[in-house]
């Protein structure tokens, strides 16, 4: 494909890939609000049901950089094919045959394996294919939809499992990825490394498992516990692995990433605001489908309706954020949007169970600005930073740091709610065989008070009182570490930060 020919295309093409991205973060959290059918229908105990969710999240994220640097040296296009066609084989095999969680969970890890593959796939393409005069508005538009993936892959799971069942999650997706496979195949053009650099087997090796152990203990740090044998295993053996990788990739001579990208403000200080910022927002998203169904009593769906002026605020903003940076700075633009999420965040520790949605929505609408202005500039300062070549790998880069970040806040925001709540939960008396269960799981004192209550026992109600108040604390005390978190960040990023990108720096003599 010639280059007018593709610089005339460019923003169909960014329509292809913003198609692609959204259905890899789709699967992300479709299959959360299926949990419930799931363990009915195929009879899944917690651990299982908590396999189906990180199977997905943990191959996901271990296999980022080496699939990032397999689309550098092969082709993008082969990659994001690729990834596509195994998402959608994976999804249409579940939805037809699984009969057992382990199906379903093999399934979600081969789910997992084809998105890392078309994740950075779709913003390397994005970044070859246009000039970097457009390439942060480009980028805005990417961010954009890769903000509103979540919300909307909440709503499409509500809609699907409250209209069908549980495998109407995974038919969604096999239509759609036909769709995006046959337009990438007649309108995406194929990009690689042109230099054809030898692989680096054994730093993509050290890679998969530095990341899969921080990401698995990190996610099975609140249910084991943190100082658990395992937990405190596995992220040691990732610490000391991600030292290993780090001094094979000085050593080698065609490393897989770099380390010298580190050495660049903008490579380094875009890759902490997007962790830090993806810290708050997915640990706000987990407590509020939370707070939404089990203390407000709203469905799947009408739960992740409340989520919508998240991305309306986020859309726009990512979309316009180059016009903003050329006028004010890269650097306090995103302090600015970081500084949004810290103030909605505070905002949010004044949130009781009575509270208007109207105050609700204001604050996922401040969030959503701030991501949006934190997002978009964080992502172009990472990618304007290292060369055409290696755009795969910063890609995934990028793309681990979002996963990594947004873990972390899940575990340890979670934590601190889990922390408060127990401190505060009192249980009636009478209920002391169930102290054990009620004080672990905030659900399950939901569910044992309404099957008390189906019994025509009032105390039942007392006890889902007593735990939606208890909840309420440890969500709003636990969004003062949130907040702490995107304030320090915002200081970090107006401090440090380049205030412009520079595009093509190590264009590699371009």
């Not at 169970?353 to 969030?367: D, G, P, R």
């Not at 970040?405 to 009478?430: C, D, H, L, T």
């Not at 907040?483 to 595009?503: D, F, G, Q, T």
Request: aromatic letters at 8%; hydrophobic letters at 55%.
């Amino acid at each position: 494909m010639d280059p007018e020919t593709v610089h005339r295309r460019r923003w169909v093409i960014l329509g292809i890939m913003s198609l692609s991205l959204v259905i890899t973060l789709l699967n992300n959290v479709t299959v959360n609000v299926a949990l419930p059918e799931l363990s009915k229908d195929l009879g899944a105990d917690n651990t299982e049901l908590q396999w189906i969710m990180d199977a997905y999240v943990v191959v996901f994220g271990g296999l980022l950089l080496v699939m990032g640097a397999l689309g550098d040296r092969f082709g993008r296009r082969h990659a994001l094919l690729l990834g596509l066609a195994r998402v959608g084989v994976g999804s249409a095999l579940t939805a037809q045959y699984a009969t057992t969680s382990e199906q379903v969970i093999s399934a979600r890890a081969m789910m997992g394996l084809g998105a890392a593959l078309v994740m950075p796939a779709t913003l390397s393409v994005i970044v070859v294919v246009f000039p970097p005069d457009e390439r942060g508005k480009a980028v805005g538009v990417w961010v954009g939809m890769a903000g509103v993936g979540a919300p909307i892959g909440l709503l499409v799971g509500g809609w699907a499992v409250e209209s069908f069942d549980w495998r109407a999650v995974f038919w969604i997706n096999p239509p759609i990825i036909a769709v995006a496979m046959l337009l990438t195949v007649l309108l995406v053009p194929n990009s690689r490394d042109e230099q054809e650099r030898p692989m680096d087997p054994v730093g993509a090796a050290l890679s998969v498992a530095a990341l899969g152990s921080i990401l698995y203990a990190i996610i099975e740090g609140p249910s084991l516990g943190w100082g658990s044998k395992e937990v405190m295993g596995l992220g040691a053996l990732g610490l000391m692995l991600t030292v290993v990788f780090v001094r094979w990739e000085r050593r080698v001579d065609y490393p897989m990433l770099p380390i010298e990208f580190f050495l660049n403000r903008g490579f380094t200080l875009g890759l902490v605001a997007i962790s830090l910022a993806f810290f708050v927002m997915f640990s706000f998203m987990f407590t509020q489908m939370l707070h939404f169904q089990l203390v407000r009593g709203h469905s799947a769906f009408d739960a992740a309706l409340r989520f919508l002026p998240l991305p309306l605020g986020l859309m726009p903003m990512a979309a316009n954020s180059d016009r903003f940076c050329e006028r004010f700075g890269s650097n306090n633009v995103v302090a600015f949007g970081l500084a949004l999420i810290g103030a909605a965040m505070m905002i949010f520790t004044t949130v009781d169970s009575n509270t208007e949605y109207v105050l609700l929505a204001l604050i996922f609408f401040l969030i959503g600005m701030g991501m949006g202005l934190t997002m978009a500039p964080s992502t172009t300062m990472v990618m304007d930073s290292i060369p055409h070549d290696k755009a795969g790998v910063g890609s995934a880069t990028n793309d681990a740091s979002r996963e990594v970040g947004g873990a972390f806040g899940i575990a340890i925001v979670g934590s601190a709610v889990n922390e408060i709540y127990q401190r505060k939960m009192i249980v009636p008396e009478g209920l002391e065989v169930h102290s054990g269960i009620v004080l672990e799981s905030f659900p399950a004192a939901m569910q044992i008070g309404a099957d008390l209550l189906s019994q025509g026992n009032a105390v039942g109600l007392e006890l889902m009182e007593n735990a939606k108040f208890a909840f309420v604390e440890g969500m709003t005390g636990a969004a003062a570490v949130s907040a702490l978190v995107a304030i320090i960040n915002a200081i970090l990023v107006k401090l440090y930060m380049p205030r412009r990108s520079i595009p093509d720096v190590v264009e590699d003599g371009v």
